[in-house]
């Protein structure tokens, strides 16, 4: 049995039984099943209802999802709201790509050859989807890593994070609830021994996966010749801050960006390169607003950063800061643990690059900030990493910005705006060391789906 803990207070919230290897191989023979059985597929019409009816459940449901994601994941309840709205949105965004599941004419009659023909091709599933979810949104990634499929008409077997399960679970129960049939939408909670069997089977065309990129790289590595795959890791996000930057307007964002979930997301601010000129107020100004944050329970509506997930992160983040402050760093605020499962939100000014919150993923309530004098030099800095996700430049001056969002190496550069903006239906994903394939609910449908071409010949 596997014990869901509260990362904050470590109290049982639930046991749930482990599925072995033979929960793994039922899972595959019936999602397989009903994919080559064509006679079994989901007309779009009735995929487009039982979401329709998922998403209403759901928001009738908005407490009870928000409390059950707040307390296994430790999300402040404020944010688990707006991740279970969001989730909400994107079962909506699905819905919505079904009628967007089109071809397109293929032109003929331009060879002799090619005379009497019409072509054009259709969109259909790519086959069984192998998703692994990560725990820091335990709702919203299960939406991006299941509805998607089902918007597809593909069978969906979706592995949580062992962290994070219950979301995972719920939304399942409530699918069937929707009316979505058996073995459409399967939940599978093992260790990692039978999630390779899982990910690693012929029967698995797609595989989507969002966490460690070590755990990543190795499962693609070992993946059936022919599956296709999306990888979201993580990155160590840079932002270009130039001297006439609206502080005002940018402490916020900086402070909403760098210490939302405790920094525990993949595109959380990490690597602030500020203008000499204005380094000293930013990060004094920022370092009073972070050590005003209120640290605690995640279900407590007044608290704004909860734990980390693991009680072995916080030791890791102790380290780091500790190793950072030895070899250099200015200590602004923060740089103690509060309890076994809490870190104070921390800002350090000009880390030597060799520390390790310079030179890899944080993944905690740290935000790094360095001074730099040239923005080519700090720019330069900020495309250093193997990490290529979202990066960001705050300027008043448009010339300025297009610039480095042509010389950033990023997928995604925002301008005047933090590093972990994103709505659901924009593309979202890494390059590099941060990943493979595109993000974002229209971006994976069409990655879960695949061309058909159709060539009619007729008599002239």
């Known amino acids: 049995m596997l014990k869901v803990s509260s990362p904050y207070n470590f109290k049982i919230i639930q046991e749930i039984p482990l599925d072995g290897k033979a929960e793994v191989d039922n899972a595959l023979n019936t999602a397989y099943s009903l994919f080559v059985d064509r006679s079994k597929w989901v007309p779009a019409h009735t995929r487009a209802e039982i979401l329709e009816r998922t998403a209403g459940i759901m928001k009738n449901r908005v407490e009870e999802l928000t409390l059950l994601a707040a307390e296994e994941g430790g999300k402040p309840y404020m944010d688990s709201k707006v991740e279970v709205m969001r989730a909400i949105n994107g079962v909506k965004i699905a819905i919505e790509q079904i009628g967007q599941l089109k071809g397109e004419q293929i032109p003929m009659g331009h060879t002799r050859s090619s005379e009497n023909r019409l072509a054009f091709t259709l969109r259909e599933p790519l086959g069984v989807v192998a998703s692994v979810s990560a725990f820091n949104h335990p709702l919203n990634l299960i939406i991006h890593q299941t509805a998607t499929a089902i918007a597809a008409g593909a069978p969906v077997i979706v592995k949580p994070a062992r962290t994070t399960p219950l979301s995972c679970l719920e939304f399942n129960n409530i699918l069937h609830e929707a009316g979505l049939l058996e073995g459409w939408c ?29 755990v990543g790289w190795y499962l693609k590595s070992k993946l059936a010749p022919g599956t296709a795959c999306a990888l979201e890791h993580g990155g160590a996000a840079p932002v270009i801050v130039e001297p006439d930057a609206d502080i005002e307007s940018m402490l916020p964002a900086l402070l909403k960006g760098g210490f939302y979930h405790a920094g525990q997301v993949c595109v959380s601010v990490q690597r602030v390169f500020v203008h000499e000129d204005i ?17 605690g329970d995640p279900l407590d509506p007044e608290t704004e950063v909860g ?17 950072a402050v030895n070899l250099g760093a200015k200590l602004l605020c923060g740089g103690k643990r509060i309890s076994k499962s809490c870190y104070q939100p921390t800002l350090l000014l000009n880390p030597p690059d060799d520390a390790l919150v310079s030179k890899l993923e944080i993944f905690g309530p740290v935000v790094c900030i360095y001074s730099y004098t040239n923005r ?15 990066a960001a430049v705050f300027t008043k001056d448009i010339d300025i910005a297009l610039d480095t969002v042509n010389k950033l190496n990023a997928t995604a550069v925002m301008v005047n705006d933090h590093t972990a903006f994103r709505v659901d239906w924009m593309p979202f994903g890494g ?16 990655e879960m789906t695949a061309e058909k071409l159709v060539v009619i010949k007729f008599k002239g």
């Open 186 to 214: 399967q939940t599978l909670v093992c260790n990692n021994e039978n999630t390779e069997l899982l990910v690693t089977d012929k029967r698995v065309s797609y595989f989507s996966f969002i966490g460690s990129s070590n």
């Open 279 to 295: 380094v000293e107020k930013v990060a004094g100004e920022l370092a009073k607003m972070a050590d005003k944050l209120i640290v």
């Open 307 to 323: 734990p980390l997930i693991l009680t072995g992160e916080v030791d890791r983040i102790e380290q780091w800061v500790n190793e």
């Open 376 to 390: 080519n030099e700090a720019i330069a800095r900020a495309n250093a990493l193997p990490f290529i996700f979202q």
């Open 431 to 446: 390059r590099n060391a941060s990943g493979i394939g595109t993000g974002g609910i229209p971006y994976s449908i069409q």
